[in-house]
T-cell receptor, first 111, second 113 residues
Framework: GNSVTQMEGPVTLSEEAFLTINCTYTATGYPSLFWYVQYPGEGLQLLLKATKADDKGSNKGFEATYRKETTSFHLEKGSVQVSDSAVYFCATDGGRRALTFGSGTRLQVQP | SQTIHQWPATLVQPVGSPLSLECTVEGTSNPNLYWYRQAAGRGLQLLFYSVGIGQISSEVPQNLSASRPQDRQFILSSKKLLLSDSGFYLC????????????FGQGTRLTVV
């Protein structure tokens, strides 16, 4: 079956630091990959996505590249802000009609 | 534009009581609909998904059930709540077919006491 493994948090960074949140996946077929963000007390919002190998998804300064050879989709941002503090989820569809999510990584950015 | 509404936002229910959470989607037709649960400090667990009226797929055997009486309405129910049913319940939709990019509601925080 499909699975997603994310680095455990919390990740604590100072403002303007570089962010990497690792994500690896196991899926059949030709999966699409997603990053979602959840702010406290809210639902999930799509942050970015990639639908085929070597695609790069980007949004709001965040980027992730679909690496089929390493089955990875690591999330990066060059300079984080306090407002980026949230929980980040990696997900894949793995050829199914529903997404499989990782366990989430909490990011705390300190001023 | 499409919107998704989920209610109530918070709910406190005693053990053994029934449950009904409702979710509706506007601005699209024949969406795929989903119920997820997020336990405290954990990831999202897919509970049910539906590709059409009356069509429900259950991912995890449990105390809950789902129904889709109308194209854009998805209901999560229980006849008797357990303490372990506490959590954050999220409804989501995606465009029909194999398009899986999901759009989430604001969630319902359920506490069973």
């Amino acid at each position: 079956g499909n699975s997603v493994t994310q680095m455990e948090g919390p990740v604590t960074l100072s403002e303007e630091a570089f962010l990497t949140i690792n994500c690896t996946y196991t899926a059949t077929g030709y999966p699409s990959l997603f990053w979602y963000v959840q702010y406290p007390g809210e639902g999930l919002q799509l942050l970015l996505k990639a639908t085929k190998a070597d695609d790069k998804g980007s949004n709001k300064g965040f980027e992730a590249t679909y690496r089929k050879e390493t089955t990875s989709f690591h999330l990066e941002k060059g300079s984080v802000q306090v407002s980026d503090s949230a929980v980040y989820f990696c997900a894949t569809d793995g050829g199914r009609r529903a997404l499989t999510f990782g366990s989430g990584t909490r990011l705390q950015v300190q001023p | 534009s499409q919107t998704i509404h989920q209610w109530p936002a918070t709910l406190v229910q005693p053990v053994g009581s029934p449950l009904s959470l409702e979710c509706t989607v506007e601005g699209t037709s024949n969406p795929n609909l989903y119920w997820y649960r997020q336990a405290a400090g954990r990831g999202l667990q897919l509970l049910f998904y539906s590709v059409g009226i009356g069509q429900i797929s259950s991912e995890v055997p449990q105390n809950l059930s789902a129904s889709r009486p109308q194209d854009r309405q998805f209901i999560l129910s229980s006849k008797k709540l357990l303490l372990s049913d506490s959590g954050f319940y999220l409804c989501a939709w995606s465009r029909g077919g194999m398009n899986t990019e999901a759009f989430f509601g604001q969630g319902t925080r359920l506490t069973v006491v």
